[in-house]
């Protein structure tokens, strides 16, 4: 009987113990899981997997390799993707496979579009001469030889003062993307030294030149359409749409924090600058509409 009760009590005492050591185990469990979150949420958005580099085509086609993307291969041969898309009758720009050779040249009788705010502008111009308006008219007369006199008789013809021409007021015309772009409404992407100029040292953008880690930001809204390394001479490369057809590069960074897809504010943090594909620590700033090239100065308003 005495045995029996100190087995009974064993085995309570056993229970209890377990019984605590669960206890124990659930209280940690999630403060391991929320450090887990907390050191996922500070890492970098994950940039597109290196693949094979893209470089300009100098036989006017290309063939998609994994990785690729349409804004890429455009960029990388100074092409709008949207003509791309066009000459090789793409209905998204995220419709491209793998082996798919693209044409990077309009195709044979292919008529070439021009944006509308591009071209020569129309201006209303006054007519050298005001127009005569002429309506015949007839009246009937009774038959006398007073009547018949003045119809017989050789017409005169009045001639009247010319009338001075009245110069319209020119019509106000709306501004274009261009031009809004042009008015300093975007912002430096980076502080530094303006090391390399457009056509120059920076080629087809500016060099700003600092320090790394260098915070990068968006020099205006837009859409992240490009996040990879794979276009040669780049390095960590963003490519970001902005309204108006333009698109704005970021280059050589150290750190990549958006990735494609995202949608950004002007002067978001986007990057932290530093030397991917570069022999120094500098950010490549580029301004592209259509898929040219421009002088990024014109469009990002004066340091002082």
Not at 49 to 69: A, E, F, H, L, M
Not at 211 to 236: D, F, Q
Request: a positive charge; proline letters at 9%; glycine letters at 10%.
């Amino acid at each position: 009987m005495i045995r029996a009760l100190q087995g009974l009590a064993g085995m309570a005492f056993g229970l209890m113990v377990l019984g605590l050591g669960g206890c124990a185990s659930s209280g940690t469990a999630p403060v391991s899981d929320r450090t887990a979150r907390s050191a996922s949420s500070s890492k970098p958005a994950a940039a597109r997997p290196n693949t094979p580099q893209i470089t300009p085509s100098t036989t006017g086609w290309y063939t998609v390799q994994r990785g690729d993307t349409l804004y890429a291969i455009a960029f990388a041969n100074s092409l709008d993707h949207r003509d791309v898309a066009r000459w090789n009758r793409i209905e998204s720009p995220d419709l491209i496979l793998v082996d798919q050779v693209l044409r990077l040249t309009p195709p044979p009788g292919a008529v070439e579009i021009q944006p509308l705010d591009d071209g020569p502008r129309i201006e209303a111009r006054p007519l050298a001469e005001p127009s005569l308006l002429r309506t015949p008219q007839a009246v009937l007369l009774p038959y006398s030889d007073a009547n018949w006199a003045q119809v017989t008789r050789p017409a005169t013809v009045a001639v009247k003062p010319p009338v001075s021409a009245v110069t319209p007021s020119p019509t106000p015309v709306p501004a274009t993307p261009a031009a809004v772009a042009a008015q300093g409404s975007w912002l430096w992407p980076a502080e530094g030294t303006l090391a390399g100029r457009f056509g120059a040292a920076g080629g087809k953008g500016i060099d700003i030149v600092g320090t790394r880690n260098t915070p990068v930001i968006a020099t205006a809204a837009g859409k992240v359409v490009y996040s990879g390394s794979g276009l040669r001479g780049y390095g960590k490369l963003l490519i970001v749409k902005h309204a108006g057809e333009f698109l704005s590069a970021y280059a050589h960074n150290e750190t990549i924090l958006v990735k494609e897809g995202d949608s950004v504010t002007a002067g978001q943090r986007i990057a932290l600058m530093g030397d991917s594909d570069s022999a120094r620590v500098k950010l490549h700033f580029e301004v592209r509409r259509y898929g040219k090239p421009l002088d990024p100065l014109d469009y990002l308003p004066e340091r002082s």
